[in-house]
Nanobody, 125 residues
């Protein structure tokens, strides 16, 4: 299993970024996928999740209305569109897959078994 996240960078507050996570080594369409982030000195936190059947999504309150998670099962890729970015969104962003096939959306990091290497997002004020 490999998860490769990319698309991070430096952006001014109010700007946008689109993260992508390319997956391989498993049947992507059968797994719920999530995005998490970790800021310096803080614990990793849930950001967004999308069900394997693409109809169910969930967001942390801090990003609701600004971030959108989506997936393209034909490309084995999950995306995170981030708009109206704030300095407090600065973190390393990780994509992850849940451990069980056909599992529904979950915000618990313990339900995820594989994690990408992360991509840095820095939002300047």
């Amino acid at each position: 299993v490999q998860l490769q996240a990319f698309g991070g960078g430096l952006v001014q507050a109010g700007g946008s970024l689109r993260l992508s996570c390319a997956a391989s080594g498993f049947t992507f369409s059968g797994y719920t996928m999530g995005w998490f982030r970790q800021a310096p000195g803080k614990e990793r936190e849930f950001v967004a999740v999308i069900n394997w059947w693409r109809e169910g999504t969930g967001y942390a309150d801090s990003v609701k209305g600004r971030f959108t998670i989506s997936r393209d099962n034909s490309k084995s890729t999950v995306y995170l569109q981030m708009n109206m970015l704030k300095p407090e969104d600065t973190a390393v962003y990780y994509c992850a897959k849940v451990s069980q096939t056909w599992q529904g959306a979950t915000t618990r990091s313990g339900d995820y078994d594989y994690w990408g290497r992360g991509t840095q997002v820095t939002v300047s004020s």
